[in-house]
């Protein structure tokens, strides 16, 4: 894959074409909140991150049984403000700590949303990049233990 160092470039066809998911889901992945692709002009483009992220979604869905709810709750595992190292005072009135059912960059209010796109948003990556590596450490276990 071409590596774009992070930024979002490739369009949805070419996205269809590299994951085998047809744009219309992936607009359905994007309106449950399991996805946030960058826009520009309307339409919408996605990074080698999100390329990642689409390929786990895909194995979740269709291979490990989880629904699109359970995606979501994988996300939520980590809290943000661990991520993002926030101070206990930036914790006390912030609506992702009062809020612990969404993410936070679907939290209005929320400081990520107000210092980036969703796309750009640290918590988001770095969650993202998570859910991937922990797949990715239990498909090697399990090739390992010799299951499919």
Request: proline share 5%; glycine share 8%.
């Amino acid at each position: 894959m071409h590596k774009a160092d992070g930024k979002a470039v490739y369009p949805i066809g070419i996205v269809e074409e590299l994951t085998g998911i047809n744009a219309r889901t992936l607009r359905a992945y994007e309106q449950q909140g399991l996805i946030c692709p960058a826009r520009r002009g309307g339409k919408r483009f996605f990074s080698d991150n999100d390329l990642m992220w689409i390929e786990c979604i895909k194995s979740l869905l269709n291979g490990k049984g989880f629904n699109a709810d359970g995606v979501k709750r994988l996300l939520l595992v980590t809290p943000c403000w661990l991520i993002r190292g926030c101070s206990e005072e930036e914790r006390r009135g912030c609506p992702a700590v009062l809020n612990l059912s969404s993410p936070c960059w679907e939290i209005k209010g929320c400081r990520s949303i107000k210092e980036s796109k969703c796309h750009e948003c640290p918590v988001y990556a770095e969650r993202t990049r998570q859910v991937v590596k922990t797949m990715e450490r239990q498909d090697e276990e399990a090739r390992a233990a010799g299951k499919p």
